[in-house]
Nanobody
Framework: VQLQAFGGGLVQAGGSLRLSCAAS????????MGWFRQAPGKEREFVAA????????YYADSVKGRFTGARDNAENTFYLQMNSLKPEDTAVYYC??????????????????????WGQGTQVTVSS
């Protein structure tokens, strides 16, 4: 699976952005998908994960109620709608495809080691 994330940019606090992750290669619809982010000097952290069907979604507590994940298996695309953005949301955002057979449970889907394929990242900067 090849992943390409895009949609990042510079936005003021309180604003919104929509990230997209386009997948190609193996059957996209069979993979759990995740969004992670990494701020300068910090470890990569979990943001959201969605089951292969899209029926189950987990969010990090820091983004719950503000971010919404969605996927379109027909278009091989995974989305992250980010509203009410805060300066602390500033980071490079990565999309990832979970390893084959990954059980969609928390905390399993929050660990980077459980994702086999990663996009190149897209920068999100939120100004105060």
């Amino acid at each position: 699976v090849q992943l390409q994330a895009f949609g990042g940019g510079l936005v003021q606090a309180g604003g919104s952005l929509r990230l997209s992750c386009a997948a190609s290669g193996r059957t996209f619809s069979t993979y759990a998908m995740g969004w992670f982010r990494q701020a300068p000097g910090k470890e990569r952290e979990f943001v959201a994960a969605m089951s292969w069907s899209g029926s189950r979604i987990y969010y990090a507590d820091s983004v719950k109620g503000r971010f919404t994940g969605a996927r379109d298996n027909a278009e091989n695309t995974f989305y992250l709608q980010m509203n009410s953005l805060k300066p602390e949301d500033t980071a490079v955002y990565y999309c990832a495809a979970g390893r084959a057979g990954l059980p969609f449970d928390r905390p399993v889907v929050t660990f980077t080691r459980n994702y086999d394929y990663w996009g190149q990242g897209t920068q999100v900067t939120v100004s105060s």
